[in-house]
């Protein structure tokens, strides 16, 4: 395994800040990039599955999880989540390295939904509740197991912690993050997009996944000197 570097000996902040901006459009851009191109997969399989969909069964947990409208807000706010953590990488190549197993997590997502299309089944959502048609319109009830809304945010949560933790930033802000990790991950039940197994599974795939890129990933460049002009 690769030797890595120390945890940073700059102050938290200013270490987080110099990643942020360390490539910045080609973070954003490629993050951008990298969206748009999981969609295209993702609604061609949703709209041309390669055989009947297997409907998902229903726990008791999806029964007790009642609908909560208010929670499509952190459902949708996983499309800013997942840029956060490439935006701290620092270094060319952890960079790649990371897009790289990104990539290959959604590769694997979609390579199951191509072999097993899944759907949920049918859910009560109350009629004009703000933003549900349109979010039904667009992603319908297929590509349900894994859920990757839940495997995409817990890679992401899992290499979050890694970058905080290596910065060295206080205890508050990783919890932060782990509580967004867990909004998004119960999003997914409370506004009806997902059911108990597709949670399960999609966090079993991230979590694989973000294991692998940590164990198989290049050395970040060490941090500039305290005090060192950058």
């Known amino acids: 395994m690769t030797e890595h570097p120390p945890a940073s000996a700059l102050p938290w ?3 987080l800040g110099l990643r942020l901006r360390e490539r910045f459009w080609l973070k954003f851009i490629g993050t951008v990039v990298w969206v748009w191109v999981f969609f295209i997969g993702y ?3 949703l709209r041309h599955p390669a055989q009947p969909a297997f409907v998902m069964p229903l726990t008791a947990v999806d029964r007790w999880v009642p609908f909560q409208p208010g929670w499509l807000v952190p459902y949708l706010s ?3 989540y997942v840029g956060v953590a490439p935006g701290l990488q620092r270094g060319l190549a952890p960079l790649l390295s990371y897009g790289f197993w990104s990539a290959a997590l959604c590769a694997a997502g979609l390579g199951v939904f191509w072999l097993w299309p899944t759907q ?4 009560a959502v109350p009629a004009g ?3 549900f048609g349109l979010l039904q319109g667009i992603d319908a009830a297929g590509n349900a197991c ?3 809304h ?3 945010s817990i890679f992401t949560a899992i290499w979050l912690e890694h970058l905080l933790r290596t910065a060295g930033a206080p205890a508050a802000l990783r919890a932060l993050n782990l509580g967004w990790f867990a909004a998004i991950a119960w999003s997914t039940l409370a506004v009806r997009q997902h059911v108990l197994w597709d949670v399960l599974a999609g966090a079993a795939l991230g979590a694989v996944f973000a294991w692998a890129s940590l164990r ?3 050395a970040e460049p060490l941090p500039p000197a305290p005090g060192a002009a950058v």
């Open 146 to 148: 894994p859920s990757m």
């Open 216 to 218: 198989w990933r290049p």
């Open 13 to 15: 902040a200013r270490d």
């Open 43 to 45: 609604f061609h399989l």
């Open 120 to 123: 949920i089944p049918p859910m």
């Open 78 to 80: 996983l499309w800013v």
């Open 150 to 152: 839940v495997a995409v």
């Open 129 to 131: 509740a703000p933003g």
